[in-house]
């Protein structure tokens, strides 16, 4: 997930705790508004009882003062009584008590209207007492109801304001540490990122970061640590290009050395060899005399021998672009055999027959040639072993016992240069491939 991802994730996480705190705020706040609508209610029934109870009284007080004037004064009680009659429907309307009520006082008023005098009186005044009753035992459950709904309300009220405080600022809290943990944690790994690109520029090659995370911090770090690879890539290619341009120095060096001592000896060798071989065609007497003439002459072509070869490594007598495999493979051979780490290994040359001429140049070619020998001397106890052949059109040469990676990588990058191959076929033997040239073979 990106950190765009992350920073959207975590809006929507604001917005759904604060849609979860609306929801439940108005939750509550339903609650409070009906409470208060029966609040509003028992108000209402409140003073529908308050009339129904002052007409009551004033109805028993005409009542009480008509009994005790035997009858008389009571005038004004068909009003009080009509009163009452319009408090108790509208009290009927909720309570089916009052409602009975009612028919007993209209069933009393008929009597009081039917039969004057005390008895009408004693008839109205109990409904009246009856109905006084049930209105202030309504009133009593009134005011009860009033006080539980205005405990809620209060209650309600006030865990409303304590929730919404408590989530809110518990909610800004929360967010703010996850807020803070998360930056903190991006600060740190940042900064981890930023050391490790500093001892990478200041040359630190170890084990990469190996990051899980797969936001833009963790390509980040993937990418720095594929800076490191490739700049450990780089070096190893710098190393192989210093190595490898020592070597040719090196070789070039000897070639110049050896086309100059083939070049001093040669006149003098000659000289030496024609003498030798006068003194041997003179047919001296002594038996000695003709073996010692014949030893010159020997040794004398035997230095030639060793001249041309080294002409061979400066390059001479070759064209720029065709070597002869063979001929190349042993010069090496014979060179190695007066390098010292070679002096305990034995060297087995095998040449194929009938090769065609290879292209390339013959001093890369020793050249490379050179360094899969070194690079099977130094980690090989057995003896060595070069073969030549031709293979699916390709010459080849091959090197039981090369296992220097450096040297080999140097002679990769050799033959890539001139066209060729060098690869390991098997554990311990590397093949050098190159095209022979399309014109007729040497052999």
Request: charged share 25%; proline share 4%; hydrophobic share 45%.
């Amino acid at each position: 997930m990106t950190l765009r991802a992350k920073g959207i994730f975590a809006l929507l996480a604001m917005f759904a705790y604060a849609g979860a705190m609306y929801a439940y705020i108005e939750h509550e706040r339903s609650t409070l508004l009906a409470d208060v609508a029966a609040l509003e209610g028992l108000r209402e029934s409140e003073d529908k009882l308050t009339r129904a109870g002052i007409a009551i009284s004033d109805a028993l007080f005409i009542v009480h003062r008509g009994i005790g004037a035997n009858g008389e004064g009571i005038d004004d009680l068909p009003s009080e009584l009509e009163e009452l009659e319009g408090s108790l429907k509208r009290l009927g309307e909720s309570s089916p008590l009052f409602a009975t009520r009612l028919s007993e006082l209209r069933l009393a008023q008929k009597e009081l209207a039917d039969h004057h005098g005390m008895a009408g009186l004693y008839g109205v005044r109990a409904p009246l007492i009856a109905i006084g009753h049930d209105v202030d035992h309504e009133v009593r459950d009134v005011h009860a109801r009033r006080a539980r709904l205005n405990a809620d309300v209060r209650r309600t009220y006030d865990r409303i304001g304590a929730l919404t405080l408590a989530l809110g600022i518990g909610g800004l809290a929360l967010f703010g540490m996850l807020t803070l943990l998360f930056f903190t944690r991006l600060s740190v790994q940042l900064g981890a990122l930023r050391e490790r690109a500093g001892a990478i520029v200041r040359g630190y090659r170890g084990p990469p970061l190996a990051s899980r995370r797969r936001d833009e911090l963790g390509v980040l770090s993937r990418a720095i640590d594929g800076m490191a690879a490739d700049l450990v890539e780089k070096e190893r290619q710098l190393d192989l290009g210093l190595r490898r341009q020592m070597h040719a120095e090196t070789m070039a060096t000897v070639g110049a050395m050896a086309a100059k001592v083939a070049h001093e000896i040669g006149n003098p060798l000659a000289i030496i060899s024609g003498a030798a071989q006068e003194l041997a065609d003179a047919a001296p007497t002594s038996d000695a005399a003709r073996r010692h003439a014949a030893m010159i002459v020997s040794e004398a072509e035997r230095i030639r021998d060793i001249a041309l070869r080294m002409t061979r490594l400066a390059g001479s007598g070759q064209p720029a672009d065709s070597a002869d495999l063979n001929a190349v493979t042993a010069s090496a051979v014979e060179l190695a055999r007066f390098d010292p780490r070679f002096a305990r290994k034995q060297i087995t040359l095998e040449p194929a027959a009938a090769l065609p001429a290879a292209k390339g140049d013959p001093r890369t070619v020793t050249h490379i040639v050179m360094t899969l020998l070194l690079a099977a001397a130094e980690h090989r106890e057995a003896p060595l072993r070069l073969r030549t052949g031709l293979e699916a059109g390709l010459l080849f040469v091959a090197a039981d016992g090369a296992a220097d990676a450096a040297r080999i990588a140097i002679a990769q990058q050799l033959a890539a240069e001139m066209g060729a191959t060098v690869e390991l076929r098997e554990p311990g033997c590397v093949l050098f491939r190159l095209s022979p040239q399309p014109t007729e073979g040497m052999h």
